[in-house]
């Protein structure tokens, strides 16, 4: 299995709440993504990171925002949480680079319950 | 952006016989396509994955074959057995580069014993 550890594993909060999600690598791998998983939906891109501090946006990136300042974590933020953003969210890593697309890996995700 | 389309929803299939699963996808830019299989409350897990610059690739019951003309792409796996039951997703690279995937929207597929 990758080195990819989320935390934590399940959540449960209210509506309003900040709540922030881990993700942390032991490959020492330049990409990191976040994604979230919904009936129906399959995967979504949330956000992604190419280098410390190197963050852009993905398709569902409304509501959130991600940290990178160290290359073996990224950080999922849901400012103030909406019963929306119930899902179950997954962190994903690949050694890419410019020169081109390598597999990405999944860590073991995160159920997240919004109230 | 990059917009991908997975069939069947739902297949299922005799124990032994072949399962095919085809996606397609809209983003000529995009040249990396992998196939995940998904247990239920489990990580997607790489199964196979195929790039722009080969039409078909194999790895013992399981294949993928890439038509870059027509922007199509499927997974065949052959002597299906029970431990082969989940979903599958197909996904495509986003602007053909490592700006993330762009997924299918999945296939479970049974196999009926």
């Known amino acids: 299995d990758a080195g990819i550890t989320q935390s934590p594993r399940h959540k449960v909060t209210e509506t309003g709440t900040p709540v922030t999600l881990r993700c942390h690598q032991t490959e020492n791998h330049r990409y990191m993504y976040w994604y979230r998983q919904d009936p129906g939906h399959g995967l979504r891109l949330i956000h992604y990171s190419y280098g410390v501090k190197d963050t852009d946006k993905g398709e569902v990136s409304d509501g959130y925002s991600v940290s990178r300042s160290k290359t073996e974590d990224f950080l999922l933020t849901l400012e103030s949480a909406t019963s929306s953003q119930t899902s179950v969210y997954f962190c994903a890593i690949s050694e890419s680079n410019a020169a081109g697309n390598q597999p990405q890996h999944f860590g073991d995700g995160t159920r997240l319950s919004i109230l | 952006g990059e917009n991908v389309e997975q069939h069947p929803s739902t297949l299922s299939v005799q124990e032994g016989d072949s399962a095919v699963i085809k996606c397609t996808y809209s983003?000529?830019?995009?040249?990396?396509f992998p196939w995940y299989k998904q247990e239920l409350g489990k990580r997607p897990q790489l199964i196979i994955d195929i790039r722009s610059n080969v039409g078909e690739k194999k790895d013992q019951r399981i294949a993928v074959t890439l038509n870059k003309t027509a922007k199509h792409f499927s997974l065949h796996i052959t002597e299906t057995q029970p431990e082969d039951s989940a979903v599958y997703f197909c996904a495509a690279n986003v602007g053909g580069g490592a700006d993330g995937l762009t997924f299918g929207k999945g296939t479970h597929l049974i196999i009926q014993p």
């Open positions: 983003d000529s830019a995009s040249n990396y």
